[in-house]
């Protein structure tokens, strides 16, 4: 019988501590966790040995059948417990940080290790015979191995792309046709998240079969395709040129590589032509495709082409109905009827501009007036600590210069016309008539400036130092209005 003195006493006391440190241990403190193990590893083989229990041999005492069976157990959990503390420390030291992640490789290692520890302990402790063992085992894995096969090309297809790496945790791919974010590896199969947030489990051997692709690499160049279908009708080139100024007019699309713009093929009713260009980070992709087919939209529109349905008869957009349109866009000029943007129509001056040269500057003194681009692209900047610095880009529709016409504030930013641009000019003369007859326009003109202020960057250009709450910044802008167009109160 154990006694108090006795060795294997000691030997199960430090296995229900290794137990509990195992289970109450805090896990996010590996490094003490894998300490204590070792600690307690050290223990029971100076426990063993010291006790006359050789793991090495078989279990002592033969004539006390409680002492030799507790001494054979001690000796069996020894090569299970060394067994783990190898795996753990070959995980730390051997395998790269990147596989920490993925349970695959770990498992592998592990199943491993431990199946060389338990043929050792059957052979030493146990002294069973190994070679029979290893024959009888050689043909149940025959026989489990064709019961399983289709498990097993999962698992070592699974072996095959964690050793590649042709995605990782998190990466956006697509495995054949389906397109998703990589949330598990295993030993069986890939698990993706797709965009409707949905979970595909894709096996390991399809997976290994199929062609894959990583959008996440390069991790700073991310493409992004645009293709639109336009009438036969229209000039290529002319088309071209507008696809061309859309990709430009985007401040999130790359310069370099640059973008493509090219004509995809040609049918009876339509060509198709595509924009191939590139973001930095993969999460604009959509926000840049969308604003890419809204930008191409606007710039086929400044140059007559509309994009529609090619079922429907062509139209033709002639240049009084651009001035319409233009006006329309302006935020101030929403609460106007069609009289009065007709009246506003004739006073618009046509303007052409190089790239390069400046279509608006705060040291401008001609006086105050409403810039939109009709046609090309035209980026805003302003001058700090002597460096100017962009603050957008401007495609066909936008303007600046509402806070000018409207209340007189004469902003400090620059236009600058990035190709060949068209602008339509308006000058506060003529919108002084129509504040002057109708008093509620120029109040709901107020207000539609003062929600949208950000857009003509007015408080980073004026001097204003009221409360730059909603009531204050509107009334400042109405002071401005009566001031500027002389209107009564």
């Not at 783990?84 to 992640?101: M, N």
């Not at 199946?115 to 069973?128: E, H, N, S, T």
């Not at 806070?403 to 902003?411: E, H, K, P």
């Not at 400090?412 to 003529?430: G, H, Q, Y």
Request: charged content about 20%.
């Amino acid at each position: 019988m154990p006694t108090l003195t006795d060795g294997v006493l000691y030997g199960i006391a430090i296995l229900v501590l290794d137990f509990l440190a195992w289970r109450f241990m805090d896990r996010k403190i590996e490094q003490a966790r894998l300490a204590f193990r070792a600690l307690m590893f050290g223990l029971s083989s100076y426990v063993l040995f010291s006790s006359g229990m050789n793991p090495l041999r078989a279990a002592p005492w033969p004539d006390e059948p409680l002492r030799h069976m507790l001494a054979q157990l001690l000796e069996l959990v020894w090569w299970l417990q060394g067994a783990r503390l190898v795996t753990v420390v070959l995980d730390r030291a051997v395998l790269p940080e990147s596989w920490h992640k993925e349970r695959l490789f770990q498992d592998v290692l592990g199943a491993l290790i431990f199946l060389a520890a338990a043929v050792g302990a059957i052979a030493f402790v146990l002294q069973l015979p190994v070679r029979g063992l290893l024959a009888t085992s050689g043909a149940l894995a025959v026989v489990l191995g064709l019961a399983i096969q289709s498990t097993l090309n999962d698992v070592f297809s699974g072996i095959v792309l964690n050793a590649t790496q042709p995605f990782r945790l998190g990466d956006w791919i697509t495995i054949g046709e389906v397109e998703g974010k990589v949330v598990e590896s295993n030993w069986r199969a890939t698990s993706l998240l797709n965009g409707q947030g949905n979970i595909v489990v894709i096996p390991n051997s399809v997976a290994a079969r199929t062609n894959i692709v990583n959008a996440n690499e390069p991790s700073h160049t991310h493409g992004i395709s645009v293709v639109l279908s336009i009438t036969p009708s229209i000039r290529p080139a002319l088309v071209l040129n507008a696809l061309a100024n859309a990709a430009a007019s985007s401040d999130a699309v790359l310069t370099d590589p640059r973008p493509i713009v090219s004509v995809r093929r040609a049918s009876d009713d339509a060509i198709e032509y595509e924009i191939v260009c590139y973001v930095d980070a993969l999460s604009k992709k959509i926000d840049v495709r969308n604003d890419l087919f809204d930008l191409a939209h606007r710039h086929l529109l400044s140059r007559g082409v509309a994009l529609r349905s090619l079922s429907v008869a062509e139209s033709v957009t002639e240049n009084a109905d651009e001035k319409h349109r233009l006006l329309r866009s302006v935020i101030i000029f929403q609460t106007l009827d069609d009289a009065e943007i007709s009246e506003l129509e004739a006073q618009l001056t046509q303007h052409e501009f190089d790239a390069g040269d400046t279509v608006y500057a705060a040291a401008d003194e001609t006086g105050h007036e409403l810039h939109i681009l009709a046609r090309g692209v035209a980026q805003v900047s302003v001058a700090k600590n002597g460096v100017d610095v962009a603050l957008r880009r401007l495609a066909p529709g936008d303007s600046i210069g509402q806070s000018g016409i409207l209340a007189g504030v004469r902003t400090n930013v620059t236009m600058r016309a990035l190709t060949r641009a068209t602008v339509f000019r308006l000058d506060k003369a003529a919108l002084t008539p129509i504040l002057t007859r109708r008093p509620e326009v120029a109040r709901e003109m107020c207000r539609l400036l003062s929600e949208h202020h950000a857009t003509e960057e007015l408080l980073l250009a004026s001097p204003v130092r009221e409360d730059e709450t909603s009531g204050g910044l509107l009334q400042w802008i109405r002071d401005g209005v009566r001031r500027f167009h002389a209107l009564a109160h």
